[in-house]
């Protein structure tokens, strides 16, 4: 296991060496940082020949790919164009853009993964269809699109709402028509399978009834005349104010995080709950599934223990390929609501307002050193999921 | 003596239906795949050819009607310079939908060609061409394209920006590519070729391809979807498609801060894009289902 | 009513699908005596395996089963999935054909046979585990101490197979069914898996249902047999009396066709045609088409079926012309008629 670990990350570095010289090529063509320099009146040449010996940009390509090379190995990234460091400003980026996204991931994951067990389990069903249409919607949400609409939805009527808070009586009976209704159809399926018994469904959509209706009304009148402040925030990623006691601070955090986090969720869920889905119908026919039926075990144990259990094994692939999705998804939604995180970073370096190379270049090669190191992450979970895998 | 009845020959065969009819069948009894194949060409139709039929311009103003909500003149409602967002839409839309087709062509078929010579040949020529898939893998194509595309400043004609993302997005396809291939060639129809004595370009293009061409078809069309999200993303972060050009997600950032005020200048160009994605992606999964042999659907 | 351990009768499947209705099974009746051993053998597509699925219970939802199949004194057709739990692993065991899937790869050999015993027995893991190796011992793994934490792709086919034998036997079953066990094993690794089930069969008395395509691996093992074709029986006996007295034209083709000394040097007989789809049942006897001596009444009606009790049973109406013939396999020779 270890040995397998070793070679991974052996193979790793000549991609990262690779990658960089790919990433420093990019970069150095990524227009012009002088360009703005350029276009000013009254610059006189010399101090335009100045900017480019300081900048390096006068000396052939591999000696500043080896200087850089030799420096960012180090540590060194370097200044940005205002004589800033870049490393200190990247690390702040990265802690924010990392902690909205591995939450996000989590999220992602864990719901992901169980509609789609459900979903394969029950395949054309009612269920499977729905969400399979919801996968799909997310699939083909436009992220810049959605992060606007959750911004005037999910905080400004929100907090708009929890300014006035109240319970319209059509809202109240629509709910409860909603839990009463569901419960019924579930509970006429279980009669049909004879899991319960017959007028179960009658039993349960009339408790389901009675409860809704309780909560609605009682919400009703809890809800009236009561004061929030705006709790979803949509500006920047933290409070200002960092001395509050510890609860308030992470309902703080909370309520700055929540808006992006769930724009973010909704990129990687559709991909792990589709391809759960998938995975789960083909282990549902396999062989040693039905081997594992043969021997009398319960079906839930079934479906867990044998089929979920190797339906897992290709997920584990899944969830690189988010990983840069993701990544895309944090450069759009910290722009809409302002997190200073990696994706502003990005931005910034490409036009503010002319191209930054040192920040450009560490932050593509930090980008890549991260899609990597989770590549060897996703191999190793590979290899613990699937025992086969081991012997090579 | 007895005689004989009926001889070994009659057989109750079902009907043989060659393999394309059995596709296009299935995938007709897909009835939401059918509904957004409809909705596909409507709206691929209407972003063509509705500059010559919709009695308003995209660069027309009509001064008496600034900031107008939906109504009968102006369905999508207008701007706070008169534009009439109907015509918006559909020519965001359609240089939306170009770009999308461009990159999905060009993409499917680098994928292809790579893919083909990856799997067929294996060996080294796979892996230097799975490396190089890896590697530009590891940094994710919003960013890629983004500093490439970030030079080409003034303009962002539509064509290059096709250019760039489809050199960039065919990794997908490549690898589908290349495991049908790494299969395939292990069938016997590839050896016995081989053994008369067939030329491998030949085999790789007159035999392995046409049966790889399902999984083909189908990764060329997700890729559309892919592609239409990739190219709005990035004309909204104003790295894409530039003004005076038009795009669907131009449009949405131009116009995201008015959507408390003037809501219908913001749905509609997401919408289109949601509509087109989604309408996209079902089709893709109406022609995966039709030509998965086995997937049957069992009417129970 | 027979003492039969299992008693099938008139099982029928359906599978709907989107051409058609495909009956697989057509009327199947069939008894199974404790401890005997009953070879059911028929071309692929006549049935033989869904027959032992349907009575395992493990057909896809969408499959529409009749009949009766009842163990014992219970009926085990129409069972929802909880209350088949108690049959299957139990008192009905099936092994499968191919032991490179049969197993769950990511589990230990070990860990999947603890769980067959603790599935239907309160046992403590330690009592399991020692159970569980002596399972491996009875079906002759080597080592079956330290094979315990062997995962399945570190064993080759044959073991395989053994392993899910003892996977079947954990908890004594009445009833065995072997589906194809020795068809993707070589030919020598056949031999010492016919073996194991022999021993087992002796040490335990499980009365086994073995299927297969092959006739020859049933003349060491089966005590009765059961000729199936497109759905249904057409004959069944005692493996003696059908071997040396076949009374249905298809078995009597079936026997013809295996190599045998007396075939050095001249063609083998063959059966000429292929089995009928099943989804557009004709009239009549469905091996008619193929069968040399059909007649009229061969193509409007098909013969009675077999019934369970009778000792040699035959599905054919022209079965008293067939006993009188002194040449059985001529009839295969040539194609005009007798």
Redesign the interface.
């Known amino acids: 296991m270890t040995a397998f670990i070793i070679r991974r990350l052996l193979i790793a570095v000549p991609v990262l060496f690779l990658a960089s010289v790919f990433t420093f090529f990019l970069v150095i063509n990524s227009g012009d940082p002088l360009e703005n320099l350029r276009a000013r009146p009254g610059i006189s040449p010399q101090v335009i020949r100045n900017e480019e010996v300081r900048l390096g940009l006068d000396k052939p390509f591999v000696e500043r790919y080896t200087t850089w090379a030799g420096n960012f190995v180090t540590g060194d990234l370097g200044n940005d164009m205002k004589n800033r460091p870049v490393w200190p400003q990247l690390w702040s980026a990265i802690k924010y853009t990392l902690r909205l996204v591995l939450i996000a991931e989590l999220i992602a994951i864990s719901i992901g993964l169980m509609i789609g067990i459900v979903s394969g389990v029950r395949q054309y069903s009612g269920f499977d269809y729905s969400t399979t249409f919801i996968s799909f919607l997310f699939f083909s949400l436009p992220v810049f699109w959605f992060a606007n609409l959750l911004k005037v939805f999910g905080a400004i009527k929100f907090n708009d709402w929890l300014e006035n808070p109240g319970i319209s009586v059509a809202f109240a009976v629509v709910i409860t028509a909603f839990f009463g209704g569901s419960f019924y159809l579930i509970g006429r399926k279980r009669e049909r399978l004879r899991i319960a018994k017959p007028g179960a469904r009658f039993k349960w959509s009339g408790i389901s009834l009675g409860v809704t209706a309780l909560v609605m009304l009682s919400a009703m009148f809890y809800f009236k005349n009561r004061e929030y402040g705006r709790f979803v925030k949509t500006l920047g990623s933290q409070p200002r104010d960092l001395a509050d006691s510890l609860p308030s601070r992470v309902w703080s955090y909370v309520g700055h995080g929540i808006l992006p986090v769930i724009v973010l969720f909704t990129i990687s869920y559709a991909g792990y709950s589709r391809y759960m889905r998938a995975s789960m119908l083909e282990q549902l026919n396999a062989d040693h599934v039905r081997t594992a039926r043969a021997k009398g075990i319960s079906e839930t144990r079934v479906i867990l223990r044998h089929a979920f259990r190797n339906a897992l094994i290709p997920i584990a692939t899944i969830a690189t390929l988010s990983w840069g999705g993701l990544i895309a998804g944090a450069v759009i939604t910290e722009r809409v609501f302002a997190w200073n995180g990696m994706g502003d970073f990005f931005l910034d370096s490409l036009s503010n307002p002319t191209p930054d190379p040192n920040r450009l270049l560490a932050f593509v090669m930090i980008t890549a050193t991260f899609t990597i190191v989770f590549n060897i992450v996703a191999d190793i979970i590979y290899a613990i999921l699937d025992p086969r895998i081991r012997v090579n | 003596?007895?005689?004989?009845?009926?001889?070994?020959?009659?057989?109750?065969?079902?009907e043989v239906r060659s393999q394309w009819r059995t596709v296009v069948r299935r995938f007709v009894r897909h009835k939401l795949a059918m509904i957004s194949l409809v909705t596909l060409t409507i709206i691929f139709l209407a972003s063509i050819f509705g500059k010559y039929i919709w009695r308003f311009d995209f660069m027309e103003r009509d001064t008496a009607n600034l900031s107008q909500p939906p109504s009968w003149t102006h369905p999508f409602g207008t701007d706070s310079l008169g534009k009439d967002m109907l015509a918006l839409t559909l020519r965001g839309a359609q240089r939306s939908i170009l770009i999308a087709l461009m990159v999905s062509i060009l993409s499917t078929t680098i994928g292809v060609t790579l893919g083909a010579i990856a799997g067929y040949f294996r060996g080294w020529t796979d892996a230097v061409i799975m490396?190089i898939t890896?590697?530009l893998?590891?940094?994710?194509?919003?960013?890629?394209a983004?500093?490439?595309a970030?030079?080409f400043?003034g303009g962002g004609s539509w064509w290059l920006l096709s250019l760039i993302l489809g050199v960039l997005s065919w990794q997908g396809t490549a690898r589908i590519v290349r495991g049908e291939f790494l299969s395939l060639r292990e069938k016997e129809f590839v050896e016995a070729a081989r053994a008369i004595g067939v030329s491998d370009r030949r085999i790789i293009f007159r035999h392995v391809l046409p049966n790889a061409l399902g999984p083909i078809i189908v990764s060329a069309t997700l890729s559309i979807?892919g592609a239409i999200?990739v190219e709005?993303?990035l004309s909204?972060?104003?790295?894409g498609v530039k003004a005076p050009d038009s795009s669907l997600?131009l449009l949405?950032?131009d116009y995201?801060a008015a959507?408390?005020t003037r809501p219908w200048l913001?749905w509609f160009?997401?919408i289109f894009?949601?509509l087109?994605?989604?309408s996209?992606?079902?089709v893709g999964?109406g022609l995966r289902d039709a030509f998965d042999p086995k997937q049957?659907?069992?009417?129970? | 009513m027979t003492d039969a351990l299992l008693q099938v009768r008139d099982l029928t499947v359906e599978f709907p699908t989107d051409d058609g209705v495909v009956r697989a099974v057509r009327g199947v009746s069939f008894d199974l005596r404790r401890g005997e051993v009953l070879g059911i053998v028929g071309e692929s597509g006549c049935g033989k395996s869904v027959t032992n699925l349907a009575i395992m219970g493990l057909l896809p939802k969408t499959a529409r089963v009749g009949g009766s199949v009842r163990i014992g004194d219970d009926e085990v057709i129409g069972r929802f999935p909880g209350e088949m739990r108690e049959i299957r692993g139990k008192r009905i065991a099936m092994i499968f054909q191919d032991p490179m899937t049969s197993l769950n790869p990511v589990y230990t050999v070990g860990w999947q046979l603890v769980e067959t015993i603790r599935a239907h027995r309160e046992m403590k893991k330690a009592e399991a585990r020692a159970k569980a190796v002596d399972l491996l011992r009875l079906v002759g793994i080597p080592n079956p101490d330290d094979r315990f934490d062997s995962y399945p792709h570190e064993f080759s086919g044959g073991m395989r197979q053994r392993v899910v034998i003892a996977m079947a036997i954990a908890n004594d079953p009445e009833v065995l069914i072997a589906d194809e066990p020795t068809t993707a094993l070589d030919v020598t690794v056949q031999a010492q898996i016919l073996d194991t089930l022999q021993r087992i069969r002796r040490e335990t008395g499980t009365a086994i249902i073995f299927i297969t395509h092959d006739l020859g691996v049933l003349a060491g093992m089966a005590d009765r047999l059961l000729v199936m074709y497109a759905g249904r029986v057409v004959e069944s006996g005692r493996i003696e009396d059908v071997f040396d007295d076949p009374q249905m034209p298809y078995t009597i083709g079936l026997l013809g066709a295996i190599p045998g000394e007396d075939s050095h040097g001249r063609r083998l007989n063959q059966i000429k045609g292929a089995p009928p789809s099943l989804m557009r049942v004709p009239e009549g006897c469905l091996f008619a088409p193929r069968c040399p001596l059909a007649v009229d009444a061969c193509g409007s009606s098909e013969p009675g079926a077999v019934e369970p009790e009778i000792d040699h049973g035959v599905a054919c109406h022209r079965v008293n012309d067939v006993k009188a013939m002194a040449d059985r396999r001529s009839i295969f020779l040539n194609e005009r008629a007798i």
């Open positions: 003596m007895e005689t004989i009845v009926g001889s070994h020959e009659t057989e109750f065969a079902v490396r890896d590697l893998l590891t940094i994710p194509l919003l960013i890629l983004g500093c490439i970030w030079q400043d979807a999200l709005t993303a909204y972060l104003g790295l997600g949405v950032s995201q959507f408390q913001f160009p997401g894009i949601i087109i994605c989604l996209v992606n079902f999964d049957t659907r069992v009417r129970a």
